[in-house]
């Protein structure tokens, strides 16, 4: 394994994050854990809810790694939809991206697409 990179439970390689500003969540109780971090410190946050065997979705991943560097103050979490299936089963295309602010989920992006994720990153924080 590459140094700078660990494996998540899904399979997808995840890059080490210096600011700690990208968590995975690793179940349902866990991705629940994290919708009440997100409403109670009304951080504004952006979910990638994805799978592994998602060709588009391992596309955008190491983008939406990379991005979660650049944006700081927003916090980046990725939910794989086999490992939280009680949470995410209102998700029905992947990627999905939602975004947060204040506690409440302000927008939806489906699909990839780098430039338009930074965009509404940047819109966002």
């Known amino acids: 394994m590459e140094k700078g990179i660990e494996e998540s439970k899904s399979g997808i390689n995840l890059p080490k994050n210096p600011q700690g500003t990208l968590v995975t969540a690793t179940s349902d ?69 939602h975004f947060y602010r204040d506690g409440e989920r302000v927008d939806e992006m489906f699909g990839a697409g780098e430039e338009r994720l930074r965009d509404r990153l940047w819109l966002h924080s």
């Open 29 to 97: 109780d866990n991705l629940k854990e994290i919708f009440h971090q997100i409403r109670t410190s009304k951080t504004p946050a952006v979910i990638n809810y994805g799978a592994s065997w998602c060709r588009v979705c391992s596309q955008i991943f190491p983008a939406f790694c990379q991005l979660s560097n650049k944006f700081p103050k927003l916090s980046f979490v990725y939910a794989d939809i086999d490992e939280c299936p009680e949470t995410t089963q209102h998700i029905r295309y992947t990627p999905t991206f």
